[in-house]
């Protein structure tokens, strides 16, 4: 089952970061950028946040899941999406404790590859 795009809009309403956050569609799904990291995913209208020793420090008990088949198993995070500010809270910490993205490498035109 696709998620609906009004339920990420909505977990994006509730996490208040503005433009810090962004999501992007991906194979029906969707991905959660908090300054620029890839820091959740949103499955099957459900909310699955990377795991970081940060995250579950601040979460404390939490249930896992893998957002998709064959995934790395995800802290699931269901009840927290009614606390707009302990949301806010774990997707910031979580993101901090993220590596940065890789630059892109540049590709190079076509005709200037090797055969």
């Known amino acids: 089952m696709a998620t609906r795009e009004d339920t990420v809009q909505f977990i994006a309403d509730q996490a208040g970061l503005g433009k810090r956050l962004e999501f992007r569609k991906m194979f ?3 991905a959660l950028y908090v300054d620029g990291k890839v820091t ?7 909310l699955f946040l990377k795991p ?15 957002p ?16 707009p500010e302990r949301l806010k809270q774990v997707l910031e910490i979580t993101a901090a404790a993220l590596p940065a993205p890789k630059p892109k490498t540049a590709k190079k035109p076509l005709s200037s590859r090797k055969k």
């Open 28 to 30: 029906g799904e969707y």
């Open 52 to 66: 970081t020793p940060e995250g579950r420090g601040f979460l404390g008990a939490v249930t896992e899941g893998a």
């Open 40 to 46: 959740a995913l949103v499955c099957d209208d459900q």
């Open 68 to 83: 998709y088949p064959g995934a790395k198993p995800h802290l699931l995070i269901a009840e927290d999406l009614e606390d």
